[in-house]
């Protein structure tokens, strides 16, 4: 390119262009109209790409010529509407070559009226969904949306008629600022922004969401309209009795749903505060059209009666208008198929920050020296049911403001909270974990939110992401704190990795709560005194209490659940220790002098010791690893 000097004022050009696309300057000719680039620039860059070989945009080569940045483009993109079919503004970017747009033209063309040109593009693998989402968010300014299914405003969804939904990819989502906001798969599809006009008037706010999110949403929603007029839906069918527990499960804010045949008998229990408990029985005849229901509902082969199978159901409840989003699974057993439902999605459950259950100086040190941290990891962990989900909600809620961007990767999704992008795993329709992570830190977060570490690739993106500046919310599956960070180091992670970017650590449990309203004064026996390790003065001033049972509690003598904590703060001591890798028995030593730590045990110890959990229950699910503190040393560390 040794010729080719910028043009001077009057030269001719003797270059012939080529015959371009229609419409293939629309953004070299903005960036004209914007004065960004001159005239001259313009005419000369068309002169190098006329002379090149290979097929290079005019943008990629007035960026090559460094007379525009990324910047500036974006810039004016954002600027006005631009009149440009998506085809075109990828081949003008250079994202896709002039001859992929002309065959899947062509695709479009033979195979069929309806298809978008987006999905050809995205199905041919032209390009990938995650980088057409990128284009659009980034160099249109759409805003980018995750909507969930049970995000989505029911009263926007009933005013687009079913028919649209078809033939054109949009969802809408909610009303924003007297606005409806509205997610499109391509927001520059004329068919698609038109039709989506035509319903909501002026009032469209378009944002961009992932084509399988928006389509998925739609399947979910068009299931429940379908099912929705059954006529004869009360106790005496079977439709009405399978909507009679859903209805029940939701009114008694249960967690999960067993629907168990057993040898003489259908049984049906609730889980409610983690535990299980009888709700009905039924005639074992109804096993199978029950079965078949709830098959039917989740989409599952209602023929297959020998493999486990497993579905969504999307409940819209006739009684109360409420909607619930469940997890099924049918699962082979000796006297047939058992049947466990999850309720997903359960709104208005978030607690405050305040109110997980922390005693005060774990708390005030909870927050100075973890959760305001601007960037690093902080992990809660412990076993399957341990509230770990519940307490993440809360810090992410006491994260949340309009300065910070927060973005999830969880599987699934299940609270729903205002104002932070929340992307449910579903590798089913190809939204794995591993490929949401790649792309996460692309959205430009302030705060990742990463259901799980897993393994070493979630664990590397985390410490990634921690290194680069981000915060990183995360669970995991240990017994207790220091296991944590050991089964990080066995995991292949570096020690020093792990001191630099972890900043706290909590392990939690969830203790069922002594029931107020028959609780009695307890008196601990011999033995707990010794499995406790304590004499008689290590307890005083305790007030232990456990629950008679009474009807409010269902003559259990619990009502509810409490959390136990222990947190870790990695102080300079106890990062020292792991990266000489020292024991487990020092860490923890170290842990409890130096960074005031105090173990799950004793923490259960100072809430049995208030009278909100019971002392049989701390012995039997706390581990206990080392004789506990007297209480009056407990009370101090944990300022209450
Ligand atoms: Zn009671």
């Known amino acids: 390119m040794s010729d080719d000097t910028p043009p001077a004022a009057g030269t001719e050009l003797a270059v ?18 914007r004065g960004i680039i001159s005239e001259a620039q313009l005419v000369y860059a068309k002169r190098v790409q006329a002379k090149l070989v290979s097929d290079r945009s005019l943008i990629e080569i007035l960026k090559d010529l460094r007379q ?51 999905d050809i593009l995205v199905e041919y693998g032209f390009i990938d969904e995650q980088q057409l989402i990128e284009i659009l968010a980034s160099k ?15 009263e926007l969804l009933r005013q687009v008629p079913p028919k649209m939904f078809s033939q054109n990819c949009f969802l809408p989502v909610e009303r924003r600022n007297g606005r409806v906001l509205v997610a499109f798969a391509d927001p520059l599809d004329l068919e698609d922004r038109e039709a989506a006009d035509r319903i909501f008037g002026r009032l469209v706010l378009p944002a961009i969401a992932p084509r399988p999110t928006i389509r998925e949403a739609i399947e979910l929603y068009r299931r429940g309209i379908q099912r929705a007029p059954v006529p004869e839906a009360d106790d005496s069918t079977v439709v009405g009795l399978v909507n009679g527990l859903l209805d029940e499960a939701m009114q008694q804010g249960v967690s999960d749903i067993h629907i168990e045949p057993m040898k003489d008998r259908l049984r049906v229990r609730f889980r409610r505060d983690g535990v299980l408990a009888v709700h009905r029985e039924f005639n074992l005849d109804l096993a199978p059209p029950v079965t078949t229901r709830l098959k039917v509902m989740a989409e599952a082969d209602i023929a297959e009666r020998r493999r486990h199978q497993d579905g969504r159901i999307l409940y819209e409840s006739a009684a109360t208008g409420a909607a619930l989003d469940l997890r099924v699974s049918f699962y082979i057993t000796v006297h047939g198929e058992k049947i466990v439902l999850r309720l997903m999605n359960k709104k208005g459950e978030l607690l405050a920050l305040e109110d997980i259950g922390m005693a ?20 809660v962990t412990g076993p399957t049911g341990a509230g770990k989900t519940t307490t993440l909600y809360s810090c992410v809620n006491a994260l949340n403001d309009l300065e910070t961007s927060i973005i999830t990767a969880e599987e699934p999704v299940e609270y729903v909270i205002d104002g932070i992008s929340q992307c449910s795993i579903n590798p089913k329709i190809g939204v794995t974990f591993t490929e949401t992570l790649r792309h996460i830190v692309r959205q430009d977060p302030d705060i990742i939110v990463m259901g799980e570490v897993r393994d070493a690739f979630s664990a590397e993106t985390a410490i990634q992401a921690a290194l680069t500046g981000h915060k990183v919310l995360t669970t995991f599956h240990t017994e207790d704190t220091v296991g944590g960070l050991l089964r990080l180091l066995n995991m292949g992670v570096e020690a020093f990795l ?28 011999p033995e707990e005194y010794r499995r406790l390790g304590y004499t008689h003065g290590d307890l005083a001033g305790a007030e232990l209490m456990i629950g008679r049972g009474c009807a409010a509690c269902r003559f259990t003598g619990y009502k509810g659940r409490v959390g136990i904590f222990e ?24 842990s409890i002098e130096s960074a005031g730590l105090v ?26 690893l080392d004789r506990p503190r007297p209480l009056f040393e407990l009370r101090r560390l944990l300022g209450e």
Do not use: N, W
């Open 140 to 154: 249109l300014g759409f805003p980018f949306v995750m909507p969930s299914f049970a995000q989505v405003d029911r």
């Open 360 to 379: 005060p100086r774990m708390l005030q040190q909870f927050r100075d020296e973890a959760l305001q941290c601007p960037s690093g990891i902080m992990i």
């Open 599 to 624: 173990t799950l045990f004793e923490d259960g110890i100072a809430k049995a010791a208030r009278g909100k959990v019971s002392l049989p229950e701390v012995l039997k699910r706390l581990p206990r």
């Open 16 to 33: 012939v262009s080529p015959p371009a696309r229609a419409g293939s300057d629309s953004i070299a000719r903005l960036l004209v109209r």
């Open 498 to 525: 792990i001191a630099s970017t972890i900043t706290c650590v909590v392990a939690q449990r969830l203790l069922r709560r002594v029931c107020p309203k028959c609780a009695v004064p307890y008196t601990p026996t």
């Open 68 to 118: 525009l940045t990324g910047d500036q483009l974006a810039d004016a993109l954002k600027s006005e509407p631009l009149d440009i079919r998506l085809g075109d503004l990828l081949v003008e970017l250079g994202r896709i070559r002039g001859g992929d747009l002309e065959a899947a033209l062509t695709i479009q063309r033979e195979t069929g009226t309806h298809r978008k040109l987006g």
């Open 567 to 590: 947190l870790l703060i990695l102080s300079e001591p106890v990062k020292e220790a792991v990266m000489a890798r020292k024991t487990t028995h020092e860490i923890r030593r170290l």
